[in-house]
């Protein structure tokens, strides 16, 4: 099967960008490399091509409700214009994805998903939200993401509504290069930031006009990589690395997402039950101050025995040392608990540190 | 990406600096294009015997960890000291600062085995497609 491209692709492949497969995708993974996208996002900001993630719209008179049964988080929080966290469970309490809820008006919330679920969600989302309607936007439109401390200088410049006063986690909307966009304050770098969600033919030309705001600032494009190790930093879970439909939420350090008071829900049962009985496995922040960067599927060793295993890991550019994100047995699970890292065949010392590995100042 | 006239270069994609019975090796700028930011390197000891085509190193970009691999049999007589605290070398300086190891040839006739540089550039297109 031939792999996906997103309405961006055209401009990656002049721009020089290399490109990948990444869930079915032809990705950009960098542009000049994934160190110096890295500290562009961290000191400025980068621009990013997210239009391969999916958008699910639910509308009518039951969507709320639905939402608030088949989502960990208590939708009827939000107001208009806003947006949460959430995770999509399964009834035994796994995660199906996890997902931004953003209300857009009383009876219309759109769900952005995970590239690598979009077919899935959307399955999933349709047996069990019979009482509203589920519409696949995906491919309507583009998904530009510019994070980074002046990224609301850059886009509130382009945009017709001023940015700077909007919360996080808040959406308006905005005309950016003479096209009508959502813009939201979101995002998966650890960083201030803007999602802008523009119609998928206009890509192209809001793109290019963010990169020429940022041209003269030291702003660029970035790609996949450097997403990847903004984010493990930042200690945001990467679906498919620390989340799964094995996963719960509360061995995911993700029990502040879930609303028990909001009503039943999919997965109220099973998860009250997992709380009393506790969990058998815990993720923690693992930090390698010396020695080759842990790396995902490696063994958490305790006393030589093993303990669990890495799902993310890397060499943070921003810490310069070895830092993961892993699942071991609640008994290693306490902070500056020393473990070891096992790197082909050889253990390399390692700690439980307190995530997030980077939190932005101010 | 260039490959210099004075090296030789293996299908693993080190190139070798041959002096005498001693060669220097290193990863070409190919490979170090392929990996990308190179943060972590371990090297042999000296004095460790290598054998042709056996992992001797590890190198790892932000996304890759890859093996170094012995272009030629010998005994390690130098590595590179500088190359773990500034990975960033083998990027910037393939061919120079970003050397790796010194071996002591064993057996002359493996360098048959490695690459000219025009030989390679074409090896090279090859795999890139």
């Known amino acids: 099967m031939g792999l996906r491209h997103t309405p961006l692709f055209d401009v990656h492949r002049a721009a020089g960008a290399r490109l990948v497969e990444f869930a079915g995708w032809e990705m950009p993974v960098q542009y000049q490399g994934i160190l110096a996208e890295h500290a562009m996002v961290r000191e400025r900001a980068g621009i990013f091509d997210v239009s391969h993630m999916g958008q699910v719209e639910v509308r009518g008179a039951g969507a709320l409700a639905a939402l608030q049964w088949v989502t960990a988080n208590d939708v009827s929080r939000l107001a208009d214009g806003f947006a949460q966290y959430s995770l999509l469970l399964t009834p035994g309490g796994g995660i199906v994805d996890d997902v931004i809820v953003y209300r857009l008006a009383a009876e219309r919330y759109?769900?952005?998903?995970?590239?690598?679920?979009?077919?899935?969600?959307?399955s999933f989302m349709?047996?069990?939200?019979r009482a509203a309607d589920?519409?696949?936007?995906?491919?309507?439109?583009?998904?530009?993401?510019?994070?980074?401390?002046?990224?609301?200088?850059?886009?509130?410049?382009?945009?017709?509504?001023?940015?700077?006063?909007?919360?996080?986690?808040?959406?308006?909307?905005?005309?950016?290069?003479?096209?009508?966009?959502?813009?939201?304050?979101?995002?998966?770098?650890?960083?201030?930031?803007?999602?802008?969600?523009c119609p998928a033919d206009a890509g192209a030309a809001v793109w290019a006009a963010v990169v020429d705001a940022g041209s003269g600032r030291g702003v660029g494009p970035a790609g996949l990589g450097a997403r990847d190790t903004l984010r493990l930093e930042a200690a945001l879970p990467l679906y498919g690395h620390e989340l799964d439909c094995e996963t719960s939420p509360l061995e995911a350090r993700l029990g502040w997402v879930v609303s028990m008071d909001k009503g039943d829900f999919i997965a109220r049962a099973a998860l009250l039950a997992q709380k009393e009985r506790g969990v058998s496995r815990k993720l923690v922040g693992i930090e390698v101050a010396v020695g080759a960067p842990p790396r995902q599927g490696y063994r958490l060793l305790r006393d030589g025995i093993?303990?669990?295993?890495?799902?993310?890991?890397?060499?943070?550019?921003?810490?310069?040392?070895?830092?993961?994100?892993?699942?071991?047995?609640?008994k290693s699970a306490r902070l500056g608990t020393e473990l070891a890292v096992e790197v082909r065949g050889r253990e390399v010392p390692a700690r439980v540190v307190p995530l997030p590995f980077y939190r932005r100042s101010g | 990406?260039?490959?210099?006239?004075?090296?030789?270069?293996?299908r693993e994609h080190e190139w070798v600096l041959v002096e005498g019975n001693v060669a220097t090796v290193g990863i070409s700028s190919f490979a170090e294009e392929q990996l990308g930011d190179v943060v972590f390197v371990e090297l042999p000891t000296v004095g460790d015997t290598v054998?042709?085509?056996?992992?001797?190193?590890?190198?790892?970009?932000?996304?890759?960890?890859?093996?170094?691999?012995?272009?030629?049999?010998?005994?390690?007589?130098?590595?590179?000291?500088?190359?773990?605290?500034?990975?960033?070398?083998?990027?910037?300086?393939?061919?120079?600062?970003?050397?790796?190891?010194?071996?002591?040839?064993?057996?002359?006739?493996?360098?048959?085995?490695?690459?000219?540089?025009?030989?390679?550039?074409?090896?090279?297109?090859?795999?890139?497609?």
């Open chain 1, 110 to 122: 759109l769900v952005c998903v995970n590239a690598s679920n979009r077919d899935g969600d959307l």
């Open chain 1, 126 to 129: 349709r047996e069990h939200m």
């Open chain 1, 134 to 197: 589920v519409v696949d936007r995906s491919d309507e439109f583009a998904l530009l993401a510019v994070q980074g401390p002046i990224a609301t200088e850059i886009v509130g410049g382009l945009a017709d509504t001023p940015l700077a006063g909007v919360p996080s986690f808040a959406l308006v909307e905005a005309e950016i290069a003479g096209h009508r966009c959502i813009v939201a304050r979101t995002g998966y770098t650890g960083e201030d930031g803007w999602e802008i969600y």
């Open chain 1, 306 to 330: 093993a303990t669990g295993e890495v799902t993310s890991g890397t060499r943070s550019p921003t810490l310069g040392k070895g830092i993961a994100l892993g699942y071991v047995e609640p």
């Open chain 2, 1 to 10: 990406m260039e490959f210099p006239d004075d090296l030789k270069y293996s």
């Open chain 2, 51 to 129: 054998a042709k085509d056996d992992a001797m190193g590890v190198i790892e970009s932000v996304k890759a960890v890859s093996d170094v691999y012995a272009p030629l049999s010998g005994t390690v007589t130098e590595v590179n000291d500088d190359l773990p605290d500034n990975t960033e070398l083998v990027n910037d300086d393939p061919y120079g600062d970003g050397w790796m190891v010194k071996i002591e040839i064993a057996d002359l006739s493996e360098l048959e085995d490695l690459m000219e540089p025009g030989e390679y550039q074409h090896f090279v297109a090859e795999s890139d497609d």
